[in-house]
């Protein structure tokens, strides 16, 4: 078979293609073909470009398009998210946008409108790519993760599923059905933040912070910053400076400082390590003012 290479229009290898219509469908392909090359396909906004223009191999493909289990949204206690269900749909949800502001700015963020119909949040987490705009949001959330073989299921920290570039702890016979996002409390507040050559461009960096406040103290807060590392990473040395601290713009300051002290950037054909090393300190302190205004507090 001739490849044809860096061609974003053609599939030019041989796979074996199933729509199951349940999730039980799903698993039982999982589980039979999990000796195999076998890929997942929910939005295919990664998958397929990779398998047109780097020649990613698959054996089996198994659309989850339409299994009605995984198309869902529940917001009754915090959010619960189907793997099947397109970021378009997400952003639209009032709740999305009223509580959870960082992961509304993400997912606002990523791409154009047509890719964001037919992309998922799963999709994006499975990916694994450091420069993922969902991943730190779920991470400063406390996002997790819910993990389905014919053997079980397991409940996995979005934070301690990924691994590395790429990499993630999912076995070959489980599949990611759904993201569970816990009940943001009173006075919490969040942001999201992005440096990209262009507006829905891969980030150079990216960030989110979720901040709890105890009148003039901070109670709680997580930093997560993205495209500086091989995976998302918390700035845990940053969040202590916070934590039980009465917040100002002094502290602020030294609080981005020692965020942008503890990321490993690289240079790469979007940025250099010194530029986002410098972005960081300076989107890690916008982030933060921001999201302790959202929380109600004030400076």
Partial sequence: ???????TKILTQEFEYFAPKTL??????????????TRILAGGTDLLVKMKTIGLDADYLISIKEIPELKFIDTDAG???GAAVPLSHIEKIEKVREKYPALYESIKSMAAIAIRNMATMPGNICNASPAGDTIPPLIAYEAKLKLVSKRGERTVLVEDFITGVGKTIIKRDELLTQVIIPEISKNS???FLKKGRVKADIAKINL????????EICKDC????????????RAKKAEELLR????????IIKTAK??????KPIDDIRSTAEYRTELARVMTEDALKLAWGRAGGEL
């Fill in 208 to 215: 989110a912070v979720c901040l709890k406040r105890e009148g």
């Fill in 244 to 251: 039980g601290q009465v917040i100002n713009n002094d502290l």
């Fill in 189 to 191: 507040g969040g942001a």
């Fill in 258 to 263: 020692k965020a942008s002290e503890v990321i």
């Fill in 24 to 37: 039980a469908g799903a698993l039982d392909l999982l589980y039979r073909y999990q000796d195999k090359n």
């Fill in 222 to 233: 997580r930093i997560v910053l993205g495209s500086v590392f091989i995976k998302a990473v």
């Fill in 1 to 7: 078979m001739i490849r044809l290479t860096n061609n």
């Fill in 79 to 81: 959010l619960r998210i």
